[in-house]
């Protein structure tokens, strides 16, 4: 029978040679948009750092120092532990289920000793790493072969229906996208694709006579938003006003009348984009996004620089996530699309948000810093 053998080949540097390979550049734009979020939550506190700026201070200090002690970790070791890390947090997802947290008609949270811990977030991230370290030892023949791609695909629908459960539908959403989007980078032809997304349109009225109430509530108020201003149309309608009132320039740092008057909800979690863009305009709403587009690119590099499979495929699916998280939040508060429970990254008010994007960053930063470690497979006669 033939068998199968590891090779590695890494470039022999110390635990100093690593620090110096971090890319600090991309540290520094981290660092800057985390600088935004604490401007941002300073404002919807009303001119204070308590009780939101603080906090957020804080996590990311704790988040960056955990981002950079990932960063020197093998990036092997990291792969040995993407499966084992897929089935905690399914079981996690499980617990969540029969113990978790209610909050707001939901159960999403574990109550880990005062601290709450949301799994579907981590979810993501090992959803990423499972699917990487199924692909990247596959041939073409391999990928291309349907049986190969039920394993990953059954990988993806079970922490799907059971986020699904909780229900957030918008983390299931994107946690099901981060997973197509690894297909993609892996190889699959677009045509399995269209397979797999042909039955979607006639699933809809299925899918929408199951869904809760407040969801059902937040399609209708996308699609009329006007029918119900005090209600159910209420946050989006407020949104809009805050974004277009702030013009061009915006009204000025803490001066927003609709976020400091409490017109807008949220503020400091799902739509504190939209406080930005009434306090500092188009401009510094463009200006935000042009940062967040440097962070989705420079992940990317990073994949396209990294000279293993498995650490390419990591880095564009953690890339993949950052960039899913950023568009349906903007995109949720400009009315482009449902109105759904999901946070801008490093901006908005949130622990496990914060900390989960943080890990993600420490494993995309441990793909750069491991960049020349080199993985074969060879099949001896």
Request: proline share 5%.
């Amino acid at each position: 029978m033939l068998t199968e053998r590891r090779l590695w080949r890494e470039p022999s540097f110390d635990l100093m040679g690593k620090v110096f390979r971090v890319n600090w550049l991309y540290v520094l734009l981290l660092c800057a948009l985390a600088g935004v979020g604490y401007t941002a939550l300073y404002s919807a506190a009303g001119g204070s750092p308590e009780p939101y700026a603080t906090r957020h201070a804080l996590r990311f200090s704790f988040g960056l120092v955990l981002m950079l002690a990932i960063g020197m970790v093998d990036i092997r070791f990291i792969a040995r532990l993407a499966w084992p890390a897929y089935v905690a947090c399914v079981g996690l997802l499980v617990l969540v289920l029969r113990m978790g947290h209610v909050g707001k008609g939901a159960q999403r949270w574990l109550d880990m000793g005062g601290l709450q811990l949301q799994p579907s977030e981590m979810m993501k991230l090992a959803l990423v790493l499972a699917l990487a370290a199924w692909f990247h030892r596959a041939s073409w023949e391999r990928i291309g072969n349907p049986l190969f791609l039920i394993p990953p695909l059954i990988a993806i629908l079970i922490p799907v229906g059971l986020i699904l459960k909780e229900p957030n539908l918008g983390t299931a959403a994107i946690t099901g996208l981060v997973g197509g989007a690894m297909f993609f980078a892996a190889g699959v032809r677009w045509w399995k694709f269209m397979l797999v997304l042909a039955p979607v349109p006639f699933l809809g009225t299925f899918v929408y006579g199951h869904l809760h109430d407040y969801q059902r509530a937040r399609i209708d108020t996308f699609l009329h938003p006007e029918s119900d201003p005090l209600g159910a149309g209420y946050n989006i309608i407020q949104s809009k006003i805050a974004l277009g009132s702030g013009g061009m320039w915006g009204k000025g740092f803490l001066q927003g009348t609709q976020g400091h008057l409490d017109f807008l909800p949220e503020k400091q979690t799902d739509f504190i984009f939209t406080m930005i863009g009434e306090e500092f305009g188009l401009v510094g709403g463009l200006a935000v996004m042009g940062l967040l587009c440097l962070i989705i690119l420079g992940g990317m590099l990073i994949a396209l620089r990294c000279r293993n499979q498995f650490g390419r495929l990591v880095a564009f699916g953690i890339a993949c996530n950052f960039f899913l998280y950023v568009f349906v939040n903007i995109a949720m508060v400009t009315g482009a699309i449902p109105v759904g429970g999901v946070p801008l990254p490093l901006v908005s008010h949130g622990g496990s948000a914060m900390v989960t994007v943080m890990v993600g960053f420490g494993i995309l930063m441990s793909v750069h810093v491991h960049r020349d470690v080199e993985f074969s497979t060879r099949e001896p006669s």
